[in-house]
């Protein structure tokens, strides 16, 4: 393949440098010590939630959250462990185990890297819009649903990844209720929706409670929630199940870089999780990056730079026991609102976390699970675009098919299963809507010599409207002639130019002339590769409909025997 047709490796930060001076550092290291500390809580909470050990989320941000800031297509997009992973994540890990899950996320990374050096990154703009929000939404409820044990302080066997056997293990396991936990997971869950949300500093507040709230709204709610739940927990000795007593706290390092075990047997059994992993990412991470061009007055994102620096990003961080990464929309949201401008606001971010585990981790013993169960419980309805169930009605039954489906789908089976299902709906519906918008009607032309029949075509002539071509072949008696005015079509297949042919053969079997008048430069340079010109002839291909009235009545012409 040619170089050219392939995508140029160019960080968006090499063009951020240019010209980069103490103001905007100043405006980037704000922003991301703040996205840091955001970060810190979730990075757990969803390490957590999909099945593995804390650590994995915090290493996860450290790594990938660096590597998609230095390398990626966006100025702003902050890279890290992803709430809509959780649900993927923790069904690899159930059936296939830890090892394969790193080994299907590296191999994500290697298939999310070639998509955007072959430039497939704005193919994944094309995924329906009813289609994201039906398993963003299904992914919303099985992450709430999945935080139920720790919510409630159930005494409960690990989950199934299932979502009716998790709804029998929790009702069976309802009477094991821990009040404190419930307490604990209660309070920080209205913190973090109650704490303020600007980042923005006033210039002139007024009042002192203005004053108070905007400086407030520097600490984020989900940092105050746990460390409120934790000092809670300390002091009073809650009976409650903390990172410490379930997993014997967290490393205060990074861990050393390991090669899985690889055979090719393995690869072929993990390509579904692979293909999920890198279609998740690609999605939840381009959606993001177009949310932070439409906030911040910054360049518009690279989509295929992006999703090279993803998969660099998932390609190196499962070689450190990291998990799958991608863009994060509410820590992007939080970067923008507090000033960040270019990729260092990223790249500090990870620094942040890193100083963190390298200087705090032994306090993480005692974060009791609860309040994790909390701040993931907003996060899961934050993520879910509820309203749209609400306008439902608004929308045609194609579209609310897609979407309910397409949410039920990911919520009883999972995300692969939902998405596939999803394209074939919305493909099987385009392919009916676009058959339905292809006419062909009967023109009364008073200008037409007796004999010629005018038939006006317009919208698109392919494999899925062929049949209204095929009823052309039936003339009433005495047609001489059929005029195909085709000024209004604008594109045509193969097999539009297929039943074209077999109309031109049936139409001359009964000594009917077939003229193509007015024929649109994409049908016409069809039908002169695939040598229906030299077939129908040359003359019965005109301009306007008047030259086709007068090919209708000229002698037939030579015609060779092409085709």
Known sequence: MSPSRLHRFRPRLLDALTGYDRRRFSADLGAGITVGIVALPLAMAFAIASGVKPEQGLFTAIIAGFLIAALGGSHVQIGGPAGAFIVIVYGIVERYGLANLLIATSLAGVLMFVMGLFKLGALVRYVPVPIVIGFTNGIAVLIGLSQVKDFLGLDTPKLPSDFFSQIAVLARHAHTLNPAALALAAASLAIVVLWPKSYKMPTAPSGLLARLRRLSAHLPGTIVALVAATVATVLLDLPVETIGSRFGGIPQSLPGFE??????????????????IALLGSIESLLCARVADNMAPIPRHDPNQELMAQGVANFVTPLFGGIPATGTIARTVTNVRAGGQTPVAGIVHALTVLAVVLLAAPLALHVPLAALAGILAFVAWNMGEWREFVRLRQFSVQYRTILVGTFALTVIFDLTVAVEVGLILACVFFIYRMSTLF????????????????????????????????????????????????????????????????????????GVRLVLAAVNEQPRSLIRRAGFEAEIGAANITATLAEAYAAALAPAPEVSEAG
């Open 439 to 510: 006419r062909a009607e009967p023109v009364a032309d008073a200008g037409a010599p007796e004999g010629v029949r005018v038939v006006e075509v317009f919208g698109s002539l392919f494999f899925g409207a062929v049949g209204k071509i095929e009823t052309l072949t039936a003339q009433p008696p005495g047609t001489r002639a059929l005029v195909l005015e085709m000024h209004r079509l604008i594109s045509m297949d193969t097999s539009g130019l297929d039943a074209l042919s077999q109309l031109h053969r049936e139409l001359e079997r009964r």
């Open 259 to 276: 090669l899985p075990e690889f055979s090719w047997t393995t690869v072929k059994q993990l390509l579904i999780p692979t293909v999920t």
